[in-house]
């Protein structure tokens, strides 16, 4: 119809101050904050209403978090190869932030086979199971920016990530390093709670 | 990821995308799977106004239980089936199933969806100067999550053991129990994910909304020339963003309480002598989850009605906005101390009384904002060359019910005096008033005002008085009485009181209550006939018939997708230049620049002008 060009020519216009995709990710974020704030505060209303089960929390999720910080890095050099243009090394940047997060999959699954060892289940006293949920959800959430990764990984084979078009990775960086920082907030709550 | 899916782009490489759709757009990409806001509000209405009727309906059919328990309701088999037994009598858990649905259906359906999705889509881009929102897609996603959600609830009702049926709140042990009633079994699953798909609809649009004010207001449209709609509709969706995720942490442990057998909110529980192996949890933890959402959620509902109300009352009081600045800052205020006064639903859960008097007082301290606005509004009225549209009408009839459900708000927020009157009638009364009825007025007095520019026809005037005054009166006969009922200690969501004799004085007001009701209800059909008819048969409106100052009345009088066939106007003025001394007309929109009205600049106008 008419003047579809008018219209994209004034949304050019105003988009230069900021971005649009790039805010509507910083509020998905701001989102997934309240809802982990809404469990961590019901973690501690519950803990102060007593019946809380005491017990320590794996080693093996000291590692794990090791781990996720890794990748972080590995995304983060990922980034900034491709402001350089590399696009070879942005693949394997890429690949290698993936498959460590996959490793940290892994970790938290014998974090949790550890917790069964201690005797605390998903299903008894709420103590126990708020650390399922915290580290399950997560993981859900981390499953999300591996679906992002990997649309970013295609573009870059589309030659659609480089310099110039940036905005994919950056808010792909931005995700992942979110992720990061969620875990360890998650983790040292749980650490100096429990 | 819906992160991944936002369609706005400053490459130039989008706009050809977007340019073939554009001209192969069919009925189907046109009218229903629309990405166009236009569209998708009046998607958003009409499937309010289908819950609407549904969500009054059942309300009328249990307000012909408490009114008339002694009925026979056989005629009502044809609709409910078995829920009405041979005798002609009301099955007592279909009474639970109908008020929590009627609680679920307006408040968050109607209410949230119904009046949110339609005026936020639709005003947002037209009223900042926006093509479109900043994401088509996800506003599409974001209709279609709400029309998946919705068919999930309908189909709930239809269960052989019945929908949810916990109250609106589902509150723990009875809504985790499949056991605890029938209601608690598939229903409440159904419920759930309902839900879940309506946070998923609601963060989409909040995002989209919030987004848009940021991003795409035109040029010289500054926060400070934003027309309170758009503060309103902004803060609303701040609002969601931060307590719909907390619901969603809330539903998350109880959907883990009731299908995996973990025990947030269970413990030392009997059924049938038998203790059930969950130990640990505790009930109030919900509750306390739950208000985190449920406190702001009313005013989510209230704040797009009073933003409504300000264009409205403005406009037709032919006056500036009184406050223009208070008001924007009582809806911030309201909106911050909106999440920090929850636990004054609990007051009677055996909290610690110090804490029962700091949420008394924070409570108490958001009537003043409140108070602000109820001034404002009456100010604003003050002398004003009143003209007496249905939707003026509308919208004075909101302030009346907001200050009069507003005032027993104080009398609640007392812990001492709600340890009486909680989870009485009162309390139904109070809110039904305040939020409810106020809300809807809201919804009303939008719809009336932007028929014109929704369809490019008029509503008939006439209709729309009678439809009022039924309106209007009938919701105070309603609600008025149930005060006087809920003082006495009527318990709400309660089945029959004909076993208490201390209630028997009360017969007659019930049946009096339930008649209004029924009145009220029919006055709809009025509203309805107008709607509908007028979409296809109305009278052509004018471009701008309530000589309003906004952008939305700057567009063709059925504006095509794009909004503006030509560029997108500049602003260059505040949208409440009304009746301004020296000027010609008694409206300068906000599209006039200020060197072109040197009669009626101020002097900092004068200078502002020079910039131009
Ligand atoms: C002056 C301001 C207000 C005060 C002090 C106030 C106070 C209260 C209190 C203390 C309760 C709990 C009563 C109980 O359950 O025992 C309550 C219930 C309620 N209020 Fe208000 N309120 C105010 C304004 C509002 C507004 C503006 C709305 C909506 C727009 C609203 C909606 C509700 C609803 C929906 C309930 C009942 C929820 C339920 O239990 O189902 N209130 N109010
Ligand atoms: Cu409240």
Redesign the interface.
């Known amino acids: 119809?008419?003047?579809?060009?008018?219209?994209?020519a004034?949304?050019?216009?105003?988009?230069?101050?900021?971005?649009?995709?790039k805010?509507?990710?910083w509020?998905?974020i701001?989102?997934?904050?309240?809802?982990?704030?809404?469990?961590t505060?019901?973690y501690i209303?519950?803990k102060s209403?007593g019946?809380?089960?005491q017990f320590d929390m794996p080693d093996m999720f000291l590692y794990s978090t090791l781990v996720l910080v890794l990748s972080s890095i590995a995304m983060h050099w990922t980034y900034l190869k491709a402001k350089d243009n590399s696009l070879k090394a942005v693949k394997i940047g890429i690949t290698a932030t993936a498959a460590i997060a996959v490793v940290f999959f892994y970790m938290q699954y014998l974090s949790w086979v550890k917790l069964v060892a201690q005797d605390v289940f998903?299903?008894?006293?709420?103590?126990g199971?708020f650390v399922y949920?915290f580290s399950g959800?997560h993981l859900a959430h981390l499953i999300?920016g591996l679906?992002?990764l990997l649309?970013v990984f295609l573009d870059t084979i589309n030659y659609k990530v480089h310099s110039k078009s940036m905005?994919a990775i950056e808010?792909c960086t931005t995700?992942w390093h979110f992720l990061g920082g969620l875990w360890i907030y998650l983790y040292l709550f749980l650490v100096m709670n429990n | 990821?819906?992160?991944?899916d936002?369609q706005?782009?400053?490459e130039?490489v989008?706009?050809d995308d977007?340019?073939e759709e554009?001209?192969e757009q069919s009925f189907i990409f046109k009218y229903i799977f629309s990405t166009d806001h236009k569209t998708i509000a009046k998607q958003f209405l009409i499937t309010g106004i289908f819950w609407a009727i549904l969500g009054g309906g059942l309300s009328v059919i249990f307000r012909l239980q408490l009114g008339f328990p002694d009925m026979n309701m056989g005629f009502l088999q044809p609709f409910l089936g078995d829920w009405i037994s041979n005798s002609g009598k009301l099955d007592p858990e279909f009474y639970l199933a109908m008020i929590t649905m009627h609680g679920t259906i307006m408040v968050f359906f109607v209410l949230t969806a119904g009046l949110s999705g339609t005026f936020s889509n639709y005003l947002i881009p037209l009223q900042l100067g926006a093509?479109d929102m900043?994401?088509g897609f996800?506003n599409l996603l974001s209709y279609w999550f709400f029309f998946l959600s919705s068919v999930i609830m309908f189909i709930s009702m239809f269960l052989s053991t019945g929908p949810a049926s916990g109250g609106w709140t589902i509150y723990p042990p009875l809504s985790a129990l499949p056991q605890a009633m029938s209601g608690s079994g598939m229903g409440m699953t159904l419920w759930l994910v309902s839900m879940v798909f309506f946070i998923a609809s609601t963060?989409l649009g909040?995002?989209?909304y919030?987004?848009t004010v940021?991003?795409?207001?035109?040029?010289g449209m500054t926060f400070r020339r934003m027309p309170l709609t758009i503060w309103a509709f902004f803060i609303t969706a701040v609002l969601g963003?931060?307590?719909?995720?907390?619901l969603?942490?809330?539903v998350?442990?109880l959907v883990?309480d009731r299908s995996?057998?973990?025990?947030?909110y269970l413990?030392e529980i009997f059924i049938g002598g038998e203790a059930l192996p969950n130990?640990?949890?505790?009930p109030?933890?919900f509750q306390?989850?739950f208000w985190?959402l449920g406190h702001p959620e009313v005013y989510i509902v209230i704040l797009p009605a009073l933003g409504i109300t300000s264009e409205v009352i403005s406009t037709n009081s032919r006056k500036p906005i009184f406050g223009y600045t208070a008001m924007i800052g009582s809806i911030l205020a309201i909106a911050f101390l909106s999440f920090i006064v929850w636990a004054h639903h609990m007051f009677i859960t055996g909290m610690n009384p110090f804490l029962g008097s700091i949420f008394m007082f924070l409570t108490l301290i958001i009537a003043i904002p409140s108070a602000v606005k109820a001034f404002n509004y009456i100010t604003t009225l003050w002398k004003g060359n009143l003209v007496f549209t249905p939707a003026m009408l509308f919208s004075i009839g909101l302030v009346s019910f907001f200050i009069s459900g507003g005032l027993t708000g104080l009398f609640l927020g007392n812990a001492a005096i709600d340890i009486n009157l909680h989870d009485t009638y009162f309390v139904v009364a109070h809110f039904h008033l305040v939020m409810g009825s106020a809300a809807f007025f809201g919804l009303l007095a939008g719809v009336y005002h932007w028929f014109p520019k929704m369809f490019g026809r008029m509503m008939d005037e006439k209709l729309g008085y009678i439809h009022f005054w039924l309106t209007f009166v009938g919701v105070y006969l309603v609600f008025f009485p149930l005060h006087y009922i809920g003082i006495a200690g009527f318990p709400r969501r309660y089945y029959s009181f004909t076993n208490f004799d201390a209630f028997s004085s009360f017969v007659d007001l019930n049946s009096f209550v339930t008649v209004a009701a029924i009145i009220t209800f029919g006055a709809q059909f009025i509203f309805l006939f107008n709607f509908f008819y007028n979409i296809f048969k109305g009278k052509k409106a004018p471009l701008n018939p309530w000589n309003s100052n906004t952008l939305e009345w700057t567009t063709p009088r059925v504006p095509?997708?794009?909004n503006w066939?030509?560029?997108?106007p500049k602003v260059y003025r505040w949208p409440y230049d009304y009746s301004k001394p020296g000027a010609e007309d008694d409206f300068i929109p906000q599209t006039v620049p200020y060197h072109k009205t040197k009669e009626s600049n101020t002097d900092f106008e004068n200078e502002e002008s020079k910039k131009e």
Do not use: Q
């Not at chain 1, 119809?1 to 994209?8: C, K, P, Y």
């Open positions: 119809m008419e003047n579809t060009a008018v219209i994209f004034n949304r050019n216009f105003k988009l230069k101050s900021v971005n649009a995709k805010f509507a990710l509020l998905f701001v989102s997934i904050c309240m809802l982990f704030a809404g469990l505060s019901a209303v519950k209403d019946r809380w089960l998903l299903v008894g006293n709420p103590s199971s949920i959800l999300g679906v992002f649309v905005l808010m995700y | 990821m819906s992160i991944t936002i706005v782009t400053d130039a989008h706009g977007h340019h554009h001209h093509r900043a994401s996800m963060l909040g995002i989209n919030i987004t940021i991003n795409l207001r035109t040029e963003l931060l307590s719909f995720p907390v969603v942490a809330c998350l442990l883990f995996f057998g973990t025990s947030f413990s130990l640990g949890g505790s109030i933890l306390h989850l985190f095509e997708h794009g066939p030509g560029e997108i």
